[in-house]
């Protein structure tokens, strides 16, 4: 695709961040082959613009320039960077609401990323991988707790050794219901549905992602409870598993005593032998010394 010279010099002018400007061009490349041109021209790039400024909405555009305005870089304003710089057998991750929160974020995640840190060092994890490493230490060999906001789980943290997303359980209230049907639009599972005029949640298919609570602008499905949910044991690759769910819906704090109980798991029972990992030692133990941990601290 063509580019005239003014269109191509306003695509560092549109604020939006570093990983989507690429995004911004192929869509521009878009807007011009849906008006049957082979060109991309300024009129392309404002509705390239508007398009995802109406996505992003004013209060994030604003936040986003703002840093522009203070020469702030996304690698200037990105907390994962400072959480995964130093030397360490750990990786934490977070989803994108890192940078300015994520209309669906249900727990704050640039806030958790350095409990989270602190923790994994009292635990001493780095030490305890490294001398159970059965080969030189590589890329693989780090423990990942990775952190999304909401049940959309932007960082795939169901592939990961801790897995942990926000997580609402919406209950429907006496306030009225207007029905708009928001609600069921934004259910991506399809579960609401309505009798004599009030919505009706199909409880045992909802993911918890707060997705309808978030919509509803009378309050007629509100927050049950909010916190997340976690899971242990996930892994990509060769021997690829979903991480097993050990709360579907609990509070944040209950993120600690796991990582007690999963390093605990590590040092006495991880093998210092080919390829052993946290979720090969999981298929081995099960979830049952992570709950006798937490039993043996009080947590449950
Ligand atoms: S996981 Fe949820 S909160 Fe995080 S970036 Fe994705 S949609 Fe937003
Ligand atoms: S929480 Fe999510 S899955 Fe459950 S009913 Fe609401 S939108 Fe649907
Ligand atoms: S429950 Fe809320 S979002 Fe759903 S139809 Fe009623 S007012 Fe609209």
């Given at each position: 695709?063509?580019?005239?010279?003014?269109?191509?010099?306003?695509?560092d002018?549109i604020?939006v961040?570093?990983?989507?400007?690429?995004?911004?061009i192929?869509?521009?490349?878009?807007?011009?082959?849906?008006?049957?041109?082979?060109?991309?021209?300024?009129?392309d790039?404002?509705k390239?613009?508007?398009?995802?400024?109406?996505?992003?909405?004013e209060?994030?555009?604003?936040?986003i320039?703002?840093?522009?305005?203070?020469?702030?870089?996304?690698?200037?304003?990105?907390?994962?960077i400072?959480?995964?710089?130093?030397?360490a057998?750990y990786?934490?991750e977070?989803?994108?609401?890192?940078f300015?929160?994520?209309?669906?974020d249900l727990?704050?995640?640039?806030?958790?990323g350095p409990?989270?840190?602190q923790?994994?060092?009292?635990?001493?994890?780095?030490?305890?991988l490294?001398?159970?490493?059965?080969?030189?230490?590589?890329?693989?060999s780090?423990?990942?707790?990775s952190?999304?906001?909401?049940?959309?789980i932007?960082t795939?943290?169901e592939?990961?050794?801790i897995g942990?997303h926000?997580?609402?359980?919406?209950?429907?209230?006496?306030?009225?219901c207007?029905q708009?049907?928001?609600c069921a639009?934004a259910?991506?599972d399809?579960?609401?549905?309505f009798e004599?005029?009030?919505?009706?949640?199909?409880?045992?298919?909802c993911?918890?992602?707060?997705?309808?609570?978030?919509?509803?602008?009378?309050?007629?499905?509100?927050?049950?409870?909010?916190?997340?949910?976690?899971?242990?044991?996930g892994?990509?690759?060769r021997?690829a598993?979903?991480?097993t769910?050990l709360?579907r819906?609990?509070?944040t704090?209950m993120?600690y005593?796991?990582?007690e109980?999963?390093?605990?798991?590590?040092k006495?029972?991880?093998?210092?032998?080919?390829e052993?990992?946290?979720?090969?030692?999981m298929?081995r133990?099960?979830?049952?010394?992570?709950?006798?941990?937490?039993?043996?601290?009080?947590?449950?």
């Open positions: 695709m063509k580019w005239e010279e003014d269109a191509r010099q306003v695509v002018a604020p961040h570093d990983i989507i400007k690429n995004m911004i192929l869509w521009a490349e878009r807007c011009a082959r849906k008006a049957k041109r082979d060109v991309v021209t300024p009129e790039m404002i390239t613009r508007d398009d995802y400024f109406e996505w992003f909405g209060a994030k555009i604003a936040k320039q703002a840093a522009r305005d203070n020469n702030q870089s996304d690698t200037d304003l990105d907390p994962e400072a959480l995964n710089k130093d030397p057998l990786k934490i977070l989803c994108h609401s890192r300015f929160g994520c209309d669906r727990i704050n995640v640039r806030e958790l409990k989270i840190k923790k994994l060092e009292e635990l001493k994890i780095t030490e305890i490294a001398d159970k490493a059965f080969e030189v230490l590589m890329p693989h780090v423990f990942t707790v952190i999304s906001g909401c049940g959309n932007c795939g943290a592939s990961k050794d942990i926000g997580a609402a359980r919406p209950k429907v209230t006496d306030k009225e207007s708009c049907k928001k639009h259910c991506l399809r579960i609401i549905s004599d005029g009030r919505p009706v949640i199909n409880e045992d298919c993911r918890l992602c707060g997705n309808c609570i978030q919509v509803c602008p009378t309050g007629a499905i509100a927050f049950d409870k909010k916190g997340c949910r976690i899971m242990a044991g892994t990509f690759g021997f598993k979903y991480g769910e709360f819906l609990t509070d704090d993120i005593p796991i990582l109980a999963s390093v605990n798991l590590i006495e029972e991880l093998s210092e032998t080919y052993d990992n946290f979720s090969l030692l298929r133990t099960g979830i049952s010394p992570i709950f006798e941990h937490l039993s043996k601290v009080g947590k449950i």
